[in-house]
């Protein structure tokens, strides 16, 4: 009931909250000071406004409405009478006419410095203008100068670029100033772009001194740039990098926020040939996450490919992923070490594991227990016996050979590893040659610590020499191309530097001097 000459509270209206302060009400104890009365004289529920489908009887029409209002079936029936059309991607291009990401929602990229980040967007942008739309790039780590000079380098219409190449490098914070935020709608609405870009999330992050490991700090910052992709139907790319050292993860730095995030696709950025220069090389877009579905998670989606072509300029494009077996590629550690083994033996031909673990500069005992489950996994095979193998590429995944060499005896690649490449821009340790023979991680002193049937080959059978660049290995009978700067291939050098030590092993012992005790037990032998 209420207190004398108070009305009573109309239907419902939330209840009279009781005093729940210590001692309560006719307690000895201490009490609070009384709430307001929440019932003032003015009763506010007088002027409700009419029952209707979005005012129901006796609720008051408020001036202010939130998102979280339901406002009736109109959504959803709007949804019903449009086109059933699943979602696609229709921007980053391949040459196969499918594409990367999707207009109207968040998507992403990430992977380790130096590696084809910015070149991924610069080309996206690039096959945007090529189709008569204007892209906008947003970038908080280059310059002007340098993305334009990529846009030209990459072959796009200077006039193109003018017109519809919308530029703007921002140094002030995003989140914690609405001023920022109301400039960024206006800037991306006055030009309709059909991409926008940002290089990068993480440099971003820092303008508005953020912490990008706490997710309530990167959530709210990336919000925008998911409300952004919505309001303006474009597709929103965001550039992010990922943790030193740490480039066999899966998801970018920082908070698991960047990665729930994303409702487009996401992709991480892994080497493949590394390129700079004049070097020609690609890299690897493996899809981490594509809420429709366009691309399998956990499967390599493309290449980009950079290829120089002189006079400045790059032809760069999106090729389909290489066709290998089925299974899954691994992600995390495991799956750099797959993919530095397989580009090794994409170069190199058939090696021993040995061999390989000198080339790819890892753990022996890493490389050794990965080679059989590469094997069962189709994704290599034994051309050697079981107590000796020898491994490489299945037959339908060998390159194709050069046309100066009919005999077919030398597998090398003739597109994707150009001749003199160095190992440092194969992506597989530091590798020379890159052609014939078998590569050496040449940044390592380490040696064996012990020797296995491997270690005891025979000297490879000869082969016949292909028209390369290089000098031929010395020893005789071998025809293989000698490492850059010494005069025997790399398996011959191996196998001599072998010799020599056992060699110099057996001399050590024979220097050591004959104790009077050694050469009692040798007399007492001769006498029994």
């Known amino acids: 009931m209420g207190g004398a000459g108070r009305p009573e509270p109309p239907a419902g209206a939330p209840p009279r909250r009781r005093d729940t302060t210590r001692g309560g009400e006719g307690s000895a104890g201490s009490r609070s000071e009384p709430e307001p009365d929440p019932w003032p004289d003015a009763d506010p529920w007088q002027d409700a406004a009419p029952a209707g489908p979005d005012h129901p009887e006796g609720e008051p029409e408020r001036a202010h409405r939130t998102s979280w209002l339901w406002q009736g079936q109109d959504e959803v029936l709007a949804a019903l009478n449009r086109t059933k059309e699943r979602p696609r991607p229709t921007v980053g291009r391949l040459t196969d006419g499918r594409c990367l990401f999707y207009k109207g929602r968040l998507n992403g990229i990430f992977g380790p410095g130096g590696i084809g980040k910015t070149w991924t967007l610069a080309l996206t942008c690039a096959q945007v203008l090529a189709d008569g739309d204007s892209c906008f790039y947003y970038d908080v780590e280059n310059t002007v100068d340098d993305i334009v000079q990529r846009m ?7 006039r193109a670029i003018a017109e519809r190449f919308h530029y703007k490098r921002a140094s002030s914070a995003l989140l914690k100033d609405m001023r920022a935020q109301e400039d960024l709608r206006e800037s991306v609405g006055r030009t309709s772009p059909t991409v926008v870009t940002l290089d990068s999330v993480n440099r971003g992050l820092a303008l508005d001194r953020l912490d990008s490991d706490s997710g309530s700090d990167v959530t709210p910052w990336l919000n925008i740039w998911d409300q952004l992709a919505v309001d303006s139907g474009a597709a929103v790319v965001l550039c992010d990098h990922i943790a030193k050292g740490r480039d066999g993860t899966d998801t970018p730095i920082g908070s698991q926020g960047k990665f729930t995030i994303v409702q487009g696709a996401l992709y991480m950025v892994t080497a493949g040939v590394r390129f700079s220069g004049g070097q020609e090389g690609h890299s690897r877009l493996r899809c981490v996450k594509d809420n429709a579905g366009a691309w ?3 499967s390599e989606a493309a290449e980009l490919h950079v290829r120089p072509s002189g006079e400045g300029r790059v032809e760069c494009s999106f090729e389909p992923a290489r066709s290998w077996p089925s299974a899954a590629p691994a992600m995390g550690s ?6 530095l083994i397989l580009d090794c033996l994409r170069v190199n031909g058939p090696m021993s594991g040995t061999a390989i673990t000198k080339a790819v500069g890892k753990s022996r005992n890493d490389v050794l227990r990965l080679l059989p489950t590469m094997r069962d996994d189709g994704f290599i095979v034994n051309a050697g016996s079981e107590r000796m193998p020898k491994w490489e590429l299945p037959a339908e995944a060998q390159p194709e050979l050069p046309t100066s060499d009919p005999t077919g005896s030398i597998p090398v690649s003739t597109g994707s590893i150009p001749v003199g490449l160095t190992g440092t821009e194969t992506g597989i340790g530091t590798v ?31 082969v016949s020499p292909v028209a390369l660049e290089g000098p031929i290995c010395e020893t005789e009978g071998c025809n293989k191309i000698a490492t850059s700067g010494f005069p025997l291939c790399i398996m011959c050098d191996l196998l001599k530097r072998g010799a020599d030590k056992r060699a110099a092993e057996a001399e050590a012992t024979e220097d050591e001097p004959i104790t009077e005790d050694e050469h009692e037990r040798k007399d007492h032998g001769k006498d029994h």
Do not use: C, I, K, Y
């Open 296 to 298: 399998t998670p956990d």
């Open 432 to 462: 020379t040659p890159p052609l014939g023979g078998v590569p050496v991680n040449t940044g390592s002193d380490q040696t064996d610590t012990g020797r296995t049937a491997e270690d005891d080959m025979t000297d490879p059978e000869p």
């Open 152 to 158: 030209e380098d990459l072959g796009a219409d200077p």
């Open 334 to 339: 495991d799956g750099r070490l797959r993919d």
